[in-house]
């Protein structure tokens, strides 16, 4: 059982070893230089922001995807679903950033907001659990993030609005064709 | 000391364990596979187990024909790149093996 164990050991050090150079390094120099400027930017000169990210996060975004294939087929690991969920995993950021903006923008009454906000929480974790765990909650995640834009509509009753919107995802999610294995089951053992 | 049973247990999981994965570089390479979640080359594979082209080929052509994976031989740029995958009977038995190493770890303690 000693030789088991340390055979355990040598095999946690590849896997170690493999995710340590599992993500090209300039993704993250990438997203760091433009958080520092952009949140920089909101102190010296605030008005800039908004085209600041409108501009930046595209082209993070393009950069990264392009930097992240180079190191896959480096590395001859071009995995193209897992590359997918990575995209749609970093891309629900600016989405739901782009959703509460348009709250803000909405001048909704705080009742309003607080139940607007609470959505786009649940929206989130739902889509990303839709990703990683189960792909059923995708569609309620997606759902509900269309639920947000239609309780400006429904100014009496917004936290009806969103138990409606809730009650719809999960309801969808029950009755979704099949329940579709999450990417993870292919790569965990 | 163990008792008639569980020397009797034992005897049947040393019987059961999956002599192609008790060899650690094979059992290595299995589990990157799994983990890494998408093909792995064989350069790679190499470089993170510490091991010779010559033996990785052979532990390679064992996991290959028990079908626990599969290869893929391409060029890239006019070098030759050969990936491997883990398969469904590969993950099967990787989990199976390292339950039953649990367990005879569990009944030799």
């Known amino acids: ?3 088991f164990q340390k055979d355990l050991q ?3 050090a590849a896997v170690e070893k493999h995710e340590a150079t599992s993500f090209a390094p300039g993704i993250p120099v990438i997203w760091a230089f433009i958080c520092v400027c952009g949140l920089t930017l909101q102190d010296i000169r605030p008005q800039a922001v908004s085209v600041y990210w409108m501009c930046a996060v595209p082209v ?3 950069l990264s995807m392009v930097l992240g294939n180079m190191h896959g087929k480096g590395r001859a690991a071009v995995a193209p679903k897992l590359g997918a969920i990575e995209i749609l995993h970093w891309l629900s950021i600016p989405v739901a950033i782009g959703l509460m903006v348009y709250i803000f923008s909405m001048r909704s009454a705080p009742t309003v907001m607080g139940a607007q906000m609470s959505l786009l929480i649940v929206a989130l ?3 990303l659990g839709g990703l990683h765990l189960n792909r059923v909650w995708l569609y309620g995640g997606l759902a509900m993030a269309a639920g947000i834009l239609l309780i ?3 100014p009496g009753f917004p936290f009806t609005a969103t138990g409606i919107a809730f009650g719809a995802a999960l309801l969808f999610g029950a009755f979704a064709k099949r329940p579709v294995p999450s990417y993870r089951d292919a790569a965990s053992v | 000391m163990l008792q008639v049973s569980d020397r009797a247990a034992l005897a049947k999981s040393i019987a059961n364990v999956d002599k192609l994965l008790l060899h650690r570089t094979r059992l290595g390479i299995c589990v990157l596979l799994i983990s890494s979640g998408g093909p792995v080359s ?3 594979l190499t470089q993170l187990l510490e091991e010779t082209d010559g033996s990785m080929a052979t532990h390679l052509r064992k996991l290959e024909d028990a079908s626990f994976i599969t290869v893929k031989k391409s060029f890239v740029n006019r070098k030759p790149l050969t990936v491997f995958a ?7 038995a990787v989990r199976e093996h390292l339950q039953l190493m649990h367990e005879l770890h569990n009944t030799v303690k």
């Open chain 1, 1 to 3: 059982m000693d030789q």
């Open chain 1, 10 to 12: 040598y095999v946690r």
């Open chain 1, 60 to 62: 993070g975004f393009v």
């Open chain 1, 125 to 127: 974790v739902y889509f």
């Open chain 1, 152 to 154: 400006p509509f429904i």
């Open chain 2, 42 to 44: 064989f350069t790679e």
């Open chain 2, 86 to 92: 883990i398969t469904a009977e590969g993950k099967q």
